[in-house]
C-alpha cells in the first residue's frame, strides 16, 4: 500500500492517490497524509481511489475528519475512481451526500477544469 499526496498549485488543489486497499494496517500512514493536507489547506482535496477496492471504516473516518476539518474554508472533497464495493459503502454511510463522487479524472477535467496528470 501507498500513497502519493501532490499539491497541484495552479488548480488550488490537493491530490492524494491510493494504491492497494485503505486496510487498518495503513490506516496510520493515510491519516498522517490527510492531516498533512489539511495543514497545507486548499480549495479542493481529490482522492484518486482508482487502485483501491476496499476501504476499511477506520479509512471512512479518516476522510470525514478531512471534511469536518475544511467545511468552514468552503473546501470541496472530490473522489475519483470509486469500486462497486467502496461506491456502497460510500451510500451506506451517506458520504456521498457529503463529496462529489466522480468516475474518473476525465470527469473531473470536465467537472471543475482540473487536470491531474
Known amino acids: 500500500m501507498a500513497f502519493e499526496l501532490k499539491e497541484l498549485k495552479k488548480y ?3 491530490f ?3 494504491t492497494g486497499d485503505i486496510t487498518s494496517d495503513v490506516c496510520e500512514e493515510f491519516e498522517e497524509m490527510v492531516k498533512k493536507a489539511v495543514e497545507i489547506g486548499s480549495k ?3 482522492y484518486d481511489l482508482k487502485d483501491s477496492d476496499f476501504i476499511c471504516s477506520e479509512g471512512i473516518g479518516i ?3 478531512n ?3 475544511t467545511v468552514d474554508l468552503e473546501s470541496k472533497i472530490i473522489i475519483l475512481n470509486l469500486s462497486e464495493n467502496n461506491k456502497r459503502l460510500f451510500e451506506i454511510t451517506n458520504m456521498n451526500e457529503l463529496v462529489d463522487v466522480l468516475k474518473s479524472t476525465k470527469e473531473l477535467e470536465e467537472k471543475y477544469n482540473i487536470k491531474v496528470d
Open 12 to 14: 488550488n488543489c490537493i
Open 63 to 65: 476522510i470525514a475528519y
Open 44 to 46: 479542493y482535496y481529490i
Open 67 to 69: 471534511i469536518k476539518n
Open 16 to 18: 492524494i492517490k491510493a
